[in-house]
């Protein structure tokens, strides 16, 4: 089995959070939909918590990927935090797959799991850890970093509920005062 067999996997979990929802989430179907057999799957993937978290640490390397590649251009921690979704963009294959990426993995969140036990909820938080972490170096007040984090994740969280956007134009300035700062 190769890296291909393991991306083929996730981009099947993936699909089928995206097209049928978590209730549709079984080893056998997430092996169908990637045409492995079940031990292929269980080869990468021990258990349906290891494969979730999987899907969860894939997102965690496209935000990395994105954040990187954000930052090589000149963005902005912060800039690249508060940056607002963007679906339909079809040219940005990175940003795509990103979107995708975590409206599938918002699909796994259970409310009521412990993050100290349950494999994707650590999953989750070390990636909003590592993200949280970027702000905190790049921002020399702490509380200022969780309000650039709290509005970030209020607008990206409107757009995976696929809310109506805040008015683009106003936006700008509530950026723009945010990094004035």
Request: glycine share 6%; aromatic share 4%; net charge negative.
């Given at each position: 089995?190769?890296?291909n ?7 099947a979990?993936?699909?089928?959070l ?20 079940k ?32 930052v ?27 979107y ?78 945010l990094?004035?700062?």
């Amino acid at each position: 089995m190769t890296a291909n067999t393991r991306d083929r996997i996730l981009d099947a979990l993936e699909n089928l959070l995206l097209e049928k929802g978590m209730s549709q989430v079984t080893l056998e179907n997430v092996a169908a939909t990637a045409g492995v057999s079940k031990g292929g799957l269980l080869y990468h993937f021990k258990s349906k918590d290891a494969l979730l978290a999987g899907l969860v640490r894939r997102l965690s390397e496209r935000a990395e990927q994105q954040l990187g590649a954000a930052v090589a251009k000149g963005t902005s921690v912060a800039e690249w935090y508060l940056q607002t979704p963007n679906p339909n963009n079809a040219s940005d294959a990175l940003e795509l797959a990103l979107y995708r990426s975590m409206v599938a993995a918002m699909r796994t969140v259970d409310g009521n799991a412990d993050p100290q036990t349950d494999e994707v909820q650590r999953a989750l938080a070390d990636m909003m850890e590592t993200w949280s972490d970027g702000l905190d170096k790049e921002t020399d007040d702490p509380v200022w970093a969780d309000i650039i984090r709290l509005v970030g994740d209020g607008v990206y969280l409107r757009a995976l509920l696929g809310l109506p956007p805040v008015d683009p134009t106003r936006y700008r300035k509530v950026v723009a005062r945010l990094l004035e700062r």
